[in-house]
Nanobody, 128 residues
């Protein structure tokens, strides 16, 4: 049984930083396409960043240069370092995984249905 458990969300002021973690069990982060998605109230969930099995990454333009995705395959854990946070980054953040290499590497085209496994989400709130 696959389980993804996010942590690290919280409330920060604009300009602050947070690091999200997603601990995976039941699958190997080294052999999975993984990503971070976010959903603001009243809006659809969308992909923020993807990391493929070879470590290649793709970011949404709105977070490029501020967010960094990484993974520690020895700990089976995915991370999202978020710097220079803005109020518009406020959302529920979800970790997602799918076995094998990413079928869709364009972060603007990836769909929820491209990922089978999801975490429960962690809330990030950025105040101005």
């Amino acid at each position: 049984q696959v389980q993804l458990v996010e942590s690290g969300g919280g409330s920060v002021q604009a300009g602050g930083s947070l690091r999200l973690s997603c601990v995976a069990s039941g699958l190997s982060t080294s052999r999975s396409c993984m990503g971070w998605f976010r959903q603001a109230p009243g809006k659809e969930r969308w992909a923020v960043v993807l990391i493929d099995t070879d470590g290649s990454t793709t970011y949404a333009d709105s977070v490029k240069g501020r967010f960094t995705i990484s993974k520690d395959n020895t700990k089976n854990t995915l991370y999202l370092q978020m710097n220079s946070l803005k109020p518009e980054d406020t959302a529920m953040y979800y970790c997602a995984a799918d076995l094998g290499a990413c079928e869709e590497t364009d972060v603007t085209a990836v769909l929820d249905s491209d990922f089978v496994h999801w975490g429960q989400g962690t809330q990030v709130t950025v105040s101005s």
